[in-house]
């Protein structure tokens, strides 16, 4: 049963069956792309996430793979409580805080790279939450060296999974630098007091989860929360962005929604409430979508007893693929899947916290995204204050999505630029 596959460019075709293996640099990657494959890859015994994660762990953070399973569950359960619907709420404050700040850098009228717009205030509000104020530079010369070392790391992430480091100099250099600024940071991180209450940051959970196995890998650790904090909500919201601006009748729906809750302008340090954003469905569903469009190119599981998958038998040791990429454009699932079509989301559940049939984008089964909830807020907080505070305009076409990798939410090729000026 040969099938049509588009690449993520969506230009190339391949032909190929609804199970298939490739074979790369010694490891043998079976693909499942119809229903009985998922269901196999999300709920199987037989197939286990921390085998198929070890590897890409140890090389791209040097977490000993003993130590990486003594504690992935516990540390696990920590993050999904920490930032799972019921405790998601006590970042809402912060998050709007920090944006708040960052956007004030913005001026009143500019243009600029809606790419570089997005890092310009997703990355310090994201990190100054999850870690602590302080591990981001605020003075400029530093703060580009940083950028420039996570992107470098960000970029090589997929090749240094999988790669001897010496082959990957320059993205070794950038490992070190961030695991160096790291462990100078972490007793600033450690020390951190909320002066609210005395809930602890995301960070310090973990660390104190580290602390009782192995205190010296705590930079490790926090290089891999960096990266994971990082690399995928921000450029969903750079889609999530340029889908809204590019969609006229959705940017006017999108702004007389936020008139509706907030004024039409004014307040300029407004706060955003939780039931604020309640009555704010569409913008959540936009995030959504945008990440339905530009889901992660793969997702693994290693193969650990034998399973059969439409009379394919499947031997331990294979990696066992799933693309969110594919199945989102899988018709059944998603009519018109080529189309942002934000609407589409009002039958989830999302009151429940359930996601559509067919929806992947934060990977699934025993260990989804656990920061999940925190990605949404984030970006639906963000999508909320540029739209009330700026009227903004894209002067490029939506750009096309990078075909270079498969790991993660693909990133926008060339430039999009964005004019915007601040209302009254
Ligand atoms: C739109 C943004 C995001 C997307 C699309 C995304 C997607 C994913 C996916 C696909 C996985 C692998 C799940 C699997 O294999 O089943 C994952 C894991 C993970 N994500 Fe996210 N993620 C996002 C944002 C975040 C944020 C903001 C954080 C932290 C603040 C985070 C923390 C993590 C961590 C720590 C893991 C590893 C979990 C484990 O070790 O079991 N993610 N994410």
Redo the contacts with the bound molecule.
Sequence with gaps: MPKSLKSRGGEEELQCGPVFTVFAMGTRMTFVTEEEGINVFLNSKHVN?ELA?QKPVYCTASVPKNIFFTL?EK??IT?KGK?GPFNIHQFTGKLIDELHEQLGNLGSHGIMDLNILVRDLLYPA?VNT?FNKGLIPTDKGELQEFYQHFETYDEGFEYGSQMPEWLLRNWSKSKKWLLEVLEKNITHIKAYKSEKDNSVT?MQAVQDVIEMEKSELIPNYAL??LW??LS??VP?AFWTLAFVLSHPDIHRAIKEDIASVFGSAGKDKMKVTEDELKKLPLTKWCVLEA?RLR??GV?ARKVVKAVNIMNFTIPPGDLLMVS?FWLHRNPKYFPEPELFKPERWRKANLEKHAFLDGFI?????K??????W??LL??EICLILMLYKYDCYLLDPLPKQSDLHLVG?PKPEGQCRIEYRKRI
């Design positions: 996430f994660v992935h540390l696990y993050m930032m994201t999850v995301i891999l929360m994971a904090s995928n909500a969903i990440i889901a992660p997702l969110p984008g934060f990977g699934g089964g260990f989804q995204c656990p920061g999940r925190f990605a984030e970006i939410v």
